[in-house]
């Protein structure tokens, strides 16, 4: 049984809220799409529509269809456009809106608890700083194994991928573009595989950079992209792969760079 | 004896906790909920193990061998988010990223800037194909209908009650 109808504009702005939240958090169009509908219809808005890109929401509805018979009903309309920066995604939260958005359609909120609990959700802090930069390098010791380094190579990227996260915390409240960021974190990477080779620490230098630049690697996006395309949401999937080549594109540079300075020191290429 | 030591890695059995233990420090710094580790991490291992035993045992080249591992992350992960009841794209971004082809695409570009375009180019394209591969064993297993999956609830709820 649904509620009685609400205002149009509280339920439709609720709706976009959390498409908003899903979307800059790593959801796929579709996943956002049906969450909207879901709230929006709960809420007694059935002529709702949603334009969704990665980047953008909007949301038109009106409530011509609900009291057709009542002569001296006016029918109100709402429209809402929200930009969406293309941010660092937080899956917690994309998590925590599907179940909400379950548990709305259950009936177990009303449109002011909702509005409450889409606050909380989306105010939750992020991991602590240490835990991120210990998974940060425990993630580049395992991925130096899985791609084909030893023991002693994966002990050197443990060590990047710690000093490479600390960086990232450090730069990541500065408004830093995401290619520079990414390019000046892969060449600390790339730097300090460099030193451990010379030391004599690490035995080989492909493996330990591809483990220490690993954190860095715009997962997410790519996924989401490639999910896009395949529900042909191709402008959105489009928008989403552009984003992760862009990271991609700044890590190998990143790399190239310190790998070309190091190999004018050495003279030739360097074997990898 | 020490060079043995330090291919500890390289064994089969140092391969899947690699996987496994990778899978998971990614899911943290995704923000992947708690009580979510565990299952991400399996999804991720059962995925590397694909790949590994694929290239080592069957021979076959990295490409087939990513393509067959992004079908088993993929139903793995459509399997456990309905066991789990949580959206798929948790277990699915996790597991997918040791196929990512990062190593191809930093290689490519650091041979293109050294002027070895031959190495650069046969880099590359295996970098694209690996890609093209994780695409369409995705796509291959988002084909399959819903109520696939559904079956797996229904039994877990008998096995419950």
């Given at each position: 049984?649904?509620?009685?109808?609400t205002?149009?504009?509280?339920?439709l702005?609720?709706?976009?809220?959390?498409g908003?939240?899903?979307l800059q958090n790593?959801a796929?169009?579709s996943r956002?799409e049906e969450?909207?509908?879901?709230?929006?219809?709960?809420?007694g808005?059935?002529?709702?529509?949603?334009?969704?890109?990665?980047t953008?929401?909007?949301?038109t509805?009106?409530?011509?269809?609900?009291?057709?018979?009542?002569?001296?009903?006016k029918?109100?309309?709402?429209?809402?456009?929200?930009y969406?920066?293309?941010?660092?995604s937080?899956?917690d939260k994309?998590?925590?809106?599907?179940?909400?958005?379950?548990?709305?359609e259950?009936?177990m909120?009303?449109l002011?608890e909702?509005?409450e609990?889409?606050?909380?959700?989306?105010?939750?802090?992020?991991k602590?700083?240490?835990?991120?930069t210990v998974s940060?390098?425990?993630?580049?010791?395992f991925?130096c194994?899985?791609f084909?380094?030893?023991?002693?190579?994966?002990?050197?990227?443990f060590v990047?991928g710690?000093?490479?996260?600390?960086?990232?915390?450090l730069?990541?409240h500065?408004?830093i573009?995401?290619l520079?960021l990414?390019?000046?974190?892969?060449?600390?990477?790339t730097a300090?595989?460099?030193?451990?080779?010379e030391?004599?620490l690490?035995v080989s230098?492909?493996?330990?950079i591809i483990?220490s630049v690993i954190?860095l690697?715009?997962?997410?996006?790519f996924t989401?992209?490639?999910?896009?395309?395949?529900?042909e949401?191709?402008?959105?999937?489009?928008?989403r792969?552009?984003?992760?080549?862009?990271?991609?594109?700044?890590?190998?540079m990143g790399?190239?760079?310190t790998?070309?300075i190091?190999?004018?020191?050495?003279?030739?290429?360097?074997?990898l | 004896?020490?060079?043995?030591?330090?291919?500890?890695?390289?064994?089969f059995?140092?391969?899947?906790?690699?996987?496994?233990?990778g899978?998971?420090?990614?899911?943290?710094?995704?923000g992947?909920?708690?009580k979510?580790y565990?299952?991400a991490?399996?999804?991720g291992?059962?995925?590397?193990?694909?790949y590994?035993?694929?290239q080592r045992?069957?021979?076959?080249?990295?490409?087939e061998?990513?393509?067959?591992?992004?079908?088993?992350?993929?139903?793995?992960s459509r399997?456990?988010?309905?066991?789990?009841?949580c959206?798929?794209?948790l277990?699915?971004i996790?597991?997918?990223?040791?196929?990512?082809?990062g190593?191809?695409i930093?290689?490519?570009?650091?041979?293109?800037?050294?002027?070895?375009?031959h190495?650069?180019?046969?880099?590359?394209?295996?970098a694209?194909k690996?890609?093209?591969?994780i695409v369409?064993?995705?796509v291959?297993?988002?084909?399959?209908?819903?109520k696939?999956?559904?079956l797996?609830?229904?039994?877990?709820?008998?096995?419950?009650?």
């Amino acid at each position: 049984m649904n509620q009685k109808p609400t205002e149009i504009s509280d339920a439709l702005d609720l709706a976009t809220k959390a498409g908003y939240i899903l979307l800059q958090n790593g959801a796929e169009i579709s996943r956002v799409e049906e969450t909207m509908n879901r709230i929006a219809k709960y809420f007694g808005v059935d002529a709702g529509n949603f334009f969704i890109l990665s980047t953008g929401i909007f949301c038109t509805g009106n409530t011509r269809n609900l009291k057709k018979n009542d002569p001296n009903f006016k029918p109100e309309q709402f429209a809402d456009v929200k930009y969406i920066p293309l941010k660092g995604s937080r899956l917690d939260k994309v998590v925590e809106i599907n179940q909400l958005s379950r548990e709305i359609e259950q009936g177990m909120y009303t449109l002011e608890e909702a509005n409450e609990k889409l606050d909380i959700i989306n105010q939750k802090p992020p991991k602590k700083a240490w835990i991120q930069t210990v998974s940060s390098g425990v993630g580049s010791f395992f991925f130096c194994s899985l791609f084909g380094g030893g023991l002693r190579d994966c002990m050197v990227s443990f060590v990047a991928g710690l000093i490479l996260w600390i960086f990232v915390m450090l730069v990541s409240h500065q408004h830093i573009s995401k290619l520079l960021l990414n390019l000046t974190g892969a060449v600390i990477a790339t730097a300090v595989c460099v030193i451990a080779l010379e030391l004599g620490l690490g035995v080989s230098l492909g493996h330990m950079i591809i483990g220490s630049v690993i954190p860095l690697i715009p997962g997410i996006a790519f996924t989401i992209g490639i999910r896009d395309l395949v529900d042909e949401d191709y402008l959105a999937g489009a928008t989403r792969l552009i984003d992760a080549v862009v990271v991609f594109f700044g890590i190998a540079m990143g790399v190239a760079i310190t790998l070309l300075i190091y190999s004018r020191f050495m003279g030739g290429i360097i074997e990898l | 004896m020490m060079e043995n030591f330090d291919m500890i890695t390289q064994t089969f059995v140092g391969q899947i906790i690699s996987g496994y233990f990778g899978t998971v420090a990614f899911a943290i710094i995704f923000g992947v909920p708690r009580k979510f580790y565990n299952v991400a991490g399996i999804v991720g291992a059962i995925g590397w193990t694909v790949y590994v035993a694929l290239q080592r045992y069957c021979d076959l080249t990295g490409v087939e061998a990513t393509f067959c591992a992004s079908m088993t992350i993929t139903f793995a992960s459509r399997c456990f988010a309905v066991t789990e009841k949580c959206p798929v794209t948790l277990f699915r971004i996790c597991g997918l990223i040791p196929l990512v082809p990062g190593a191809g695409i930093y290689w490519t570009i650091y041979y293109l800037m050294a002027n070895d375009f031959h190495r650069a180019l046969s880099t590359g394209f295996v970098a694209i194909k690996m890609v093209i591969a994780i695409v369409l064993g995705m796509v291959i297993i988002a084909g399959l209908p819903n109520k696939f999956f559904k079956l797996l609830e229904k039994k877990k709820k008998i096995a419950n009650s």
